[in-house]
């Protein structure tokens, strides 16, 4: 589980082909969860950490067609020096979606699980943490009322958020890890 680049040259290549903040946000938020639930789960912490940050490493260049998301990303992350396993990993969290030919497939490792309900999770805290006026003193059981309310924030994605269920975790012990790896890096995010 080597990583070919520095958290620095990621950054890097992301602001390359991304150049809106709110989605470079959306990855640092990625990033923060998914080095939260390594260390929940015993996991390679910077391996993970590095999949959060680097999982839409083509949005900015695929946005205008959402079918085209992740497949300019195994070519970015051949060139940038990762495996074929890491940007497998990647690849993974737009099974199901109508995208890059990955409407079929489906997750079937923590791994791939872990990735799909992190990134998706944000989307969540975030649209709460704006109507909230920040993220400071966010709770799980307000972040659960949002969840449920399938009108708030209805772009996000319930059934995937629920596979962190398939981790072994509940949504109350997912939403706290989520909601503390944010408030981490509040500032960072603009809160």
Known sequence: MNLP?????????IEYHNTE???IIHYLESEAIMGALALRLGENEEYWKMLGLLHDIDWGLTKGNSAEHLTKAPSILKNAGFDDEFICIVVSHGYGFDC?????M??????EFALACAETVTG??????LIRKGIDGMEVT???????DKKFAAGVDREIIMECEKLGLSIDEFFD????AVQS?????GF
Not at 5 to 13: H, S
Not at 106 to 111: A, L
Not at 142 to 148: I, P
């Open 5 to 13: 680049i520095t958290r620095e040259q990621a950054l890097n290549l």
């Open 21 to 23: 903040s709110s989605d």
């Open 100 to 104: 890059a030919g990955l409407k079929e």
């Open 106 to 111: 489906k997750r079937t490792r923590n791994i």
């Open 124 to 129: 969540l805290i975030h649209a709460y943490a």
């Open 142 to 148: 307000g972040l659960k009322k949002r969840f449920k």
């Open 177 to 180: 890890i989520a909601i503390k």
């Open 185 to 189: 890096i509040a500032k960072e995010v």
